[in-house]
């Protein structure tokens, strides 16, 4: 299924692009920043929270569990080069959806695997991408990824920004982050930036 592609043209007759967001947490914001900054159509990936009940939280304020948001990474990307349905593919690749509130060692609610929806249209596809891979069986347990409507996104502090790209040696980096980055290469190539 794919998004309906809406052009606007300037003056001069050119086509741009029309921008969307997409706001997913599915564990540690740094997996999903470091796969997402090197999908094509993707213009920005900031890392950052969501869905909690304090505004501007803290990073150690999120990782107490105590404040309801989740990690998650705001995408502005462009639906005429990278559908909606292909971005979640590839989210649903990265991550493992059957697993409540926890990403392998990274257990909380913060590290929940959840989608927020922009518009009816992103949450149509977000359930229709969800339940074709339900039906195909792709996972040995169900599927317990939240869909919610959006909430505040809120930026975290500018050292989680383009973490993966500049602490690569870190061990996090090496054991958790890069596998998820090879995952992504292997599987979705055609989507790479080159």
């Known amino acids: 299924m794919s998004i309906i592609i809406v052009l606007l043209t300037n003056i001069t007759g050119m086509a741009e692009s029309r921008k969307e967001i997409a706001i997913l947490g599915g564990g540690c914001f740094w997996c999903l920043e470091a796969v997402y900054e090197g999908v094509k159509g993707v213009e920005k990936v900031e890392s950052g929270f969501s869905g909690g009940y304090i505004k501007n939280p803290a990073y150690q304020e999120v990782t107490s569990g105590r404040t309801g948001h989740a990690e998650v990474v705001k995408i502005t990307f462009d639906p005429t080069i990278l559908p909606y349905d292909v971005l979640l593919s590839i989210f649903f690749t990265i991550h493992d959806p059957t697993t409540l509130n926890r990403q392998g060692a990274d257990v909380g609610t913060q590290y929940r695997s959840v989608i927020f929806y922009h518009n009816q249209e992103q949450k149509k596809i977000a359930l229709s991408v969800i339940e074709k891979l339900s039906e195909a069986r792709i996972y040995d347990n169900n599927i317990v990824t939240q869909l ?12 989680h920004q383009d973490y993966y790209a ?3 040696q870190q061990p996090y980096c090496q054991i958790v982050v890069a596998p998820k980055v090879r995952k992504f290469k292997e599987k ?5 930036v080159k």
């Open 166 to 168: 500049n602490n690569k």
């Open 148 to 159: 919610i409507e959006e909430a505040p996104f809120y930026k975290a502090e500018d050292y």
């Open 188 to 192: 979705f190539s055609e989507w790479m």
